[in-house]
């Protein structure tokens, strides 16, 4: 996603479900061979350690540490170890740089899909967003503007009686009804698939 979609007004549980599916589809799209390596940067947005482990079982996410200004060379290594330590030293840099790479657009892309109001209260006042996570932004985005209420459970559950267009293709409708059984599973008022 180029530009993830834009919120427009108060977030809801649904724009931010939309949100989320597209941050998380966007670090997917960056190879890594971390966490197994089948699903790109993943590791570095979702919302808790513990989901990805879930996902992948086994395999965590963990970057290398900085490996610090050079690297460090013991004495008497023989050429071949020297190569391959330079080797390994310019890899974790690399790996390290794709990682802000990442880190950085996507945030960038929250930033312009979101109203800034609705994330302030994360911003730091001489470092700006620069040392908050995205897992953070997402987790605060849904503890305090996507938790469903009942309301919204109601209006859930009465666009079932949404009437379908003939003129529509039939997809639309399906689409629209898992949307409406998702959102009910959320909110723990499930609408069953009968």
Not at 31 to 49: F, I, Q, Y
Not at 65 to 84: D, F, K, L, S, W
Not at 142 to 169: F, H, Q
């Amino acid at each position: 996603h180029p530009t993830l979609t834009k919120i427009t007004g108060k977030p809801t549980a649904s724009s931010l479900k939309i949100l989320k599916k597209e941050v998380y589809a966007n670090a997917q799209a960056v190879p890594s061979t971390r966490g197994g390596g089948d699903h790109g940067h993943l590791g570095l947005v979702m919302t808790t350690a513990a989901d990805y482990a879930n996902l992948v079982p086994g395999n965590p996410f963990d970057l290398p540490a900085h490996p610090g200004p050079a690297p460090v060379i013991p004495a008497g290594a023989t050429g071949p170890q020297i190569t391959e330590i330079n080797r390994q030293y310019a890899a974790t840099l690399e790996e390290r740089k794709v990682a802000t790479q990442v880190r950085t657009q996507i945030k960038s892309q929250i930033l312009e899909a979101v109203p800034k109001i609705y994330l302030a209260v994360l911003e730091h006042e001489d470092f700006g967003y620069a040392n908050v996570t995205i897992p953070a932004m997402i987790t605060h985005l849904v503890n305090t503007y996507g938790v469903l209420t009942r309301a919204d459970l109601e209006k859930n559950r009465e666009s079932i009686k949404t009437c379908w267009n003939p003129d529509e293709d039939i997809e639309n409708l399906w689409i629209r009804l898992i949307e409406i059984r998702r959102i009910s599973i959320q909110g723990n008022d499930e609408i069953t698939e009968h």
